[in-house]
């Protein structure tokens, strides 16, 4: 942009003398939907920041929105650019932790939205603008209900923009993968940046970049280089929960008399609730997840009639979950009202458990039954590790899995192990040959000493 019409612009917006180049097209852009896919210290947060301030001083008694994936985000990432922006410029709001209040009557409400009930609080707003923060980090369902039914007609009074950004996750998946790398959402316009963009830090991160790549040993192509410094979309197969599994159908039909199976539960009375069967034949050491059930934001009744249709169906030897805070009266209504009993699931080391679930699925110890276990297919190919490696990545929808992990501990008891009848070698014969040969000398050489102190003790009596 020429030097004259900067002017104009910071003349009309004043804050934006805070932005660089690609930050400032990015705010001007006019569109009403809009993304920006950027890398770690491109100055994300900042952009969101003078973005809600600018307009919000301008438009006297509206109202915006500002989500991040938790409360403690908005806390820990937004509210630390946010004090020293309102000191800088002298701009005379009441800040507390779910929102800013200007003195032109102008609020800036700030949330968590991981959690469907919070989603639910929004409806009725009228707003001029939502900035939807860690895009990358939301399940696919919640931003797309979000976005869908709660923002998108809560911007249609006031013709707002609604704005998505965020750096690119470790699954290449879920609604903002989609407009920011697919042409599957066509209505978006896309902007792009990184820290190499950000004249404050640009020494510095070329610095950080190279220093990453000596000490990781990698070139360019390392997907987690790609990710956070180029902010790039890249699949990182390492950084998967779970590794490649096998979909078939076992080669007879479950029934009662010959197989066996446990249920598991993961109890979501504010979202998902998903149940999970693994059943194996008698003698038989390899199982299979015979379906899964997924029951939206269901009550006490809907699971529970859910639940008791499948005991009918498998008559498992056991059903287990974890009751997500659940009250133990609503347990013994499941037990009492609806005949199932549901013992509580192994919950501790799961990271442990998930590796060996994993090599039950890489060894077709475990295999997945096609038609009946879609939802749970597709959680095993987006879940990633958290950085700690515990358990999963924050935000990641893991429902029928964690109803499949429960499920499949419990089933670990109970599942027959078969010897396996090993063909002997050459080598492993010549070996037992020996070891029988030393076996039986040791045995000679004993049984002479034995003899020999028999002797001394008869000559001494």
């Not at 612009?9 to 690609?22: C, G, M, N």
């Not at 070139?219 to 779970?242: F, H, Q, S, V």
């Not at 479950?254 to 999970?276: K, L, M, P, Q």
């Not at 080598?427 to 040959?433: A, C, G, P, R, V």
Request: with cysteine; proline share 3%; charged share 25%.
């Amino acid at each position: 942009m020429s030097e004259e019409l900067l002017k104009s612009i910071y003349k009309i917006y004043p804050l934006y003398q805070e932005l660089f180049d690609k930050q400032l097209e990015f705010v001007l852009s006019p569109s009403k939907y809009i993304a920006a896919i950027c890398s770690r210290r491109a100055g994300k947060t900042t952009v969101c920041a003078i973005r809600a301030f600018q307009e919000l001083m301008m438009k006297p008694n509206s109202l915006g929105l500002y989500l991040a994936l938790t409360d403690d985000n908005v806390e820990r990432i937004f509210m630390p650019t946010v004090r020293p922006l309102l000191a800088k410029y002298k701009i005379t709001a009441n800040v507390t932790k779910d929102e800013i209040a200007f003195s032109n009557g102008s609020k800036l409400i700030l949330a968590g939205a991981n959690h469907i009930n919070r989603i639910e609080t929004f409806r009725g707003f009228k707003l001029v603008f939502c900035i939807i923060d860690e895009a990358a980090s939301f399940t696919e369902h919640i931003l797309q209900y979000l976005v869908d039914e709660i923002i998108s007609p809560a911007l249609i009074d006031n013709q707002g923009q609604l704005i998505l950004i965020g750096t690119p996750a470790n699954h290449c998946s879920g609604m903002f993968y989609n407009v920011t790398a697919t042409t599957k959402e066509e209505s978006w316009i896309v902007k792009r940046w990184t820290g190499f963009d950000n004249p404050h830090i640009a020494v510095n991160y070329d610095k950080a970049t190279k220093e990453f790549l000596k000490r990781k040993k990698v070139d360019e192509t390392n997907p987690k280089y790609r990710r956070e410094y180029l902010g790039e979309w890249c699949t990182d197969e390492d950084a998967l929960m779970i590794r490649p599994f096998t979909i078939g159908l076992p080669s007879e039909q479950y029934n009662t008399e010959d197989w066996r199976s446990v249920v598991g539960v993961d109890f979501g009375f504010n979202d998902e609730t998903a149940i999970s069967v693994i059943g194996w034949r008698r003698n038989n050491p390899t199982a299979y997840v015979l379906e899964t059930v997924g029951l939206q934001y269901a009550n006490v009744s809907t699971i529970g009639n859910m639940l008791k249709g499948i005991k009918e169906k498998y008559k498992p030897i056991k059903v287990v979950g974890d009751p997500a805070g659940s009250s133990k009266i609503i347990m013994a209504e499941f037990s009492d009202k609806y005949k199932v009993f549901i013992e509580s699931a192994q919950k501790t080391n799961k990271a442990h458990y998930i590796e060996i679930f994993n090599d039950a699925l890489v060894n077709d110890n475990l295999i997945l039954v096609p038609g009946k276990t879609e939802t749970l297919q597709k959680e095993m190919k987006k879940v990633v590790w958290n950085e700690d490696r515990t358990r999963e990545l924050e935000g990641m929808k893991c429902d029928h899995l964690d109803a499949t992990l429960y499920a499949y501990r419990e089933a670990m008891a109970y599942i027959e192990k078969i010897p396996v009848k090993i063909t002997k070698t050459e080598h492993m014969i010549e070996q037992e040959m020996l070891q029988s040969q030393i076996d039986y000398d040791i045995k000679r050489l004993e049984d002479k000493n034995d003899d020999f102190f028999t002797d001394i003790s008869n000559i001494l009596d």
